[in-house]
């Protein structure tokens, strides 16, 4: 198992994990520490059983006795042997494990902050790019929806002004958005050689840790053996629990896991204004009319009656073409809904009559005029 597979740089999670492994040294420490301390007031309390006098019993029954009390204080002797060599060879060894582990800790965290502030750097920058993308976004969905309501001459001019302005900064932002996200893949290859170090260090860390605790416990087993032959059996059990740590297996099952960071896609602008429903990399599809003397946007009436309704639609349509604008699907698409309406061709042949007074039509204008004159015919022709 490897923690730069696993983990990829979830540092966050190494490092609880390796708090965690201290804290598992920290309380090896203090259950053999209390271990010692039940041996040795056991150990006092067998040598005070040593030091019984026997008054009564006399002959070979007293030596049967003495030899019993031999046996006590040999007994004693071996405890405080052993109490000894826990304190010495398993204790001590132990709290300098968990002094390493809080040396590697602190070092390991330090490092990898300044790794880490790496990424976020990063991330900040992506999102102030969508920020100014999205409030970019928002600007010109607010001007567009002021420029479809009646207003002063001067008024719809200067929001016109604010409107092209605004989708200058929006193009530039999406142009940065978007770059800045094409470059997570560059990013991520001079990100990775940095991090990686750091994740084989936690896990050099953790495997020390755990050999220094496998080494602790077999040298138990081997104190517990000599001290207590007549426990065979159990002392076998023991030592094959001991023998059968697996560091591998250890760090396979208690490693939290994580995953590596999936690259960032682009999220398109969602407004309420039919324009702006869906911002995506193909930049915005409004057509932004040119100054006043080119799209005569003074000229298109708004009114509230459904007959008004049909005329401002059909006319904004029409002017387009008339000024020999590129009309998207979505024009013609707008224009065959409200034709198949009777209101729709009478507000068609008003739009026309408006048009009696326009100069001479351009090559262009005519085309598209003469496309809108087929939809119709196509129309009137069905019925």
Known sequence: MSYSEKLFDNVTLANQHASLGKKAVDELVNFFKQLVNTEEN????????????????????????????????????????????LSQDIIKPLQLIL??????????????????????????????????FFKSCSECEKFTSLLEQPQSQSQRERYLQKLIKHKNLLDSGLKNYEEHINSWPSFMLAYQPLVAPIMNSYEKSEQSRLMGIKDQLRKYVIYETSYIRNLQYE???????????????????????????????????KGSHPAYKSV??????????????????????FQGSIEEMYKTEIDIITLKATQGYDLISEDFIQFNSLIKDSLGRR????????????????????????????SVLNEVITI
């Open 42 to 85: 056991y150990a006092r309390t067998l040598e005070n059983l040593a030091n019984f006098q026997f008054l009564l019993i006399k002959g070979s029954t007293l030596q049967a006795c003495q030899s019993l009390k031999q046996d006590i204080s040999s007994k004693a002797q071996q405890i405080r042997v052993f109490t000894e060599n």
């Open 99 to 132: 002094s390493r582990c809080q040396d590697s800790i602190k070092s390991l965290y330090n490092e990898s902050t300044k790794v880490m502030k790496i990424k976020e750097g990063f991330m900040d920058k992506l999102t102030k790019l969508k920020d100014r």
């Open 235 to 269: 002392i076998d059990s023991l030592a094959k629990s001991m023998e059968d740590i697996h560091i591998e297996n250890d760090l396979k099952n208690s490693c939290p896991v994580s995953f590596p960071w999936q690259a960032p896609e682009f999220e398109p602008y």
């Open 280 to 301: 995506t990399t193909s930049g915005l599809s409004l057509t932004i009319p040119l100054p006043i003397q080119e799209a005569k946007w003074s000229e298109i009436v």
């Open 347 to 374: 507000a068609w042949v008003w739009s026309m009559n408006q048009k009696k007074l326009e100069p001479v039509l351009s090559d262009k204008g005519f085309l598209h005029l003469g496309e809108l004159m087929l």
